[in-house]
């Protein structure tokens, strides 16, 4: 994309541009994705024709919601390198999410687009905490997830010492943390979770640890979690935000003096929140919806418009004034459950029962139809804290079950297991089980 009259500014310099610079860099850097991916896309001309527009007609940020969406399933149909666009030589790396249904989606990256990929994530990480005198413990697996290479050369970028862990054997990642005193580790909130229950479990205080740092995203967390990592472990949490599909980590990340929801890096990437009713009209900052991405200088698989399924709201920049913030993602559309008429994410059920001191932030739900009802039923199984008393934990059980019907309007079931006893995360930890389609 560099042109010998106007060399592209660096990444390090657009960090800074205010509002108006960065616009401006959006539009110029937007029309050029636009008709490099008509002409190289197939499915883009595709698209694009069908919808009557043509890359010229983007003459201002505004009019980019007159061009198509772009979905999973479109990089499922076009399975594996359909929308790549540019030839194989030219590929450095791919990358695959594994879909829990089907054919993988399947990402690939020029060697421009790794370069750039690593600064952002360099760039999160350094919101974060994280400095180049820093050792950094990557607990991301590795592989065709985004999570693991994706930290490893971000950290390499910024000029830590990596040490490249991976996900699981959570023995091993304690003894590693005694042993190579990290200053940071980045992995999933809830695989943090399990490493300072492991702490714990082994007899030693998590927050006597080397750790400073925590750089956690890959799934949907709460402020509740935030605080209860942080107290449990001596460390500040930070999140960063990425999907595969946009690059991967390192989308947005969050400020560790502010900690007021991730900066999206707008000079690589241009949001949009959409209406999560009609799945198209644009709505203005501030407003819930499904995010919506356009990627502005990738060169091995430009995306126009792709639907996260995300949701969450624009807020304007604190700590980069010239770009905007996240809030927290409530939750994937894809995990909502619909209880009898009514919308409910697992993030709020961490929310409300972090808020009960005899409640562990270990806990499933189930969805399942009793035989010979007609309604569906939620059961929560929760782990309460295990210094609490039988009667403690009645009566959170109790209050738990008040709190979602007040603050939610659902009636659950609330089961109190023993400690330990649900499974621990590894990664992406799965809360929902919906035993109606497992019948
Ligand atoms: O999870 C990339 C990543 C790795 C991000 C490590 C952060 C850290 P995918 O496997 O493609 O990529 O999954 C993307 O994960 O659409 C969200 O639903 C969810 N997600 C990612 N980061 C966050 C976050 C990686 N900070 C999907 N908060 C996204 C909430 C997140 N959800």
């Not at 413990?137 to 994706?150: P, V």
């Not at 956690?216 to 967390?221: F, I, T, Y």
């Not at 005899?358 to 929760?382: C, N, V, Y």
Request: proline share 6%; net charge negative; with cysteine.
């Amino acid at each position: 994309m560099t042109e010998s009259q106007n060399p592209e500014p660096k990444n390090s310099e657009t960090e800074f541009f205010d509002r108006e610079r960065i616009e401006a860099l959006q539009l110029r850097r937007l029309q050029h994705t636009l008709s490099y991916a008509y002409q190289r896309v197939p499915l883009y001309q595709r698209k694009f024709d069908a919808a009557g527009v043509r890359p010229e007609d983007l003459r201002t940020l505004a009019d980019l919601q007159h061009f198509p969406f772009t979905t999973k399933d479109d990089l499922r149909n076009e399975y594996p390198f359909g929308m790549f666009a540019v030839p194989q030589q030219e590929v450095a790396r791919i990358h695959a999410s594994s879909g829990t249904t089907g054919k993988p989606t399947v990402v690939g990256y020029t060697s421009n687009d790794l370069r750039n990929w690593a600064d952002l994530v360099a760039r999160s990480m350094r919101a974060s905490g994280a400095r180049p005198e820093h050792k950094v413990h990557i607990a991301y697996g590795y592989g065709l997830f985004t999570g693991g290479l994706g930290a490893h050369y971000g950290a390499e970028a910024l000029g830590t010492t990596v040490i490249p862990m991976s996900g699981g054997q959570t023995e091993k990642q304690l003894q590693l943390i005694l042993d190579f005193e990290p200053d940071v580790i980045m992995c999933t909130p809830t695989y943090l979770l399990t490493i300072m229950d492991a702490f714990t479990h082994r007899g030693i205080d998590p927050r006597s640890t080397s750790l400073k740092y925590a750089i956690c995203g890959a799934e949907p967390w709460t402020e509740e979690m935030r605080q209860e990592l942080e107290a449990g472990m001596g460390l500040d949490a930070c999140d960063i935000y990425g999907l595969s599909e946009v690059m991967g980590p390192g989308v947005a990340g969050e400020f560790v003096q502010s900690k007021d929801g991730s900066h999206l890096w707008e000079d690589h990437f241009r949001p949009e929140i959409i209406d999560p009713f009609d799945h198209s009209t644009v709505l203005p900052d501030g407003e819930s919806g499904e995010l919506v991405f356009t990627t502005l200088t990738k060169e091995a698989l430009p995306i126009i418009r792709y639907r996260t399924k995300d949701l969450s709201s624009l807020l304007p920049g604190t700590e980069r004034p010239g770009m905007r913030r996240m809030s927290r993602i409530s939750g994937r559309s894809d995990d909502m459950i619909i209880l009898r008429g009514v919308n409910l994410f697992p993030s709020q059920i961490e929310e409300i029962a972090l808020r009960i001191p005899a409640l562990s932030p270990h806990f499933q739900l189930e969805i399942s139809r009793p035989a010979g009802q007609r309604m569906d039923e939620l059961t929560i199984k929760i782990e309460p804290r295990p210094e609490s008393s039988s009667v403690e934990r009645e009566a959170a059980a109790l209050q738990l079950r008040k709190e979602i019907k007040v603050q939610i309007g659902s009636t659950a079931v609330i089961a109190v297991v023993e400690p330990g006893s649900l499974e621990r995360s590894n990664g992406k930890l799965r809360r929902v089980y919906d035993l109606r389609t497992a019948r």
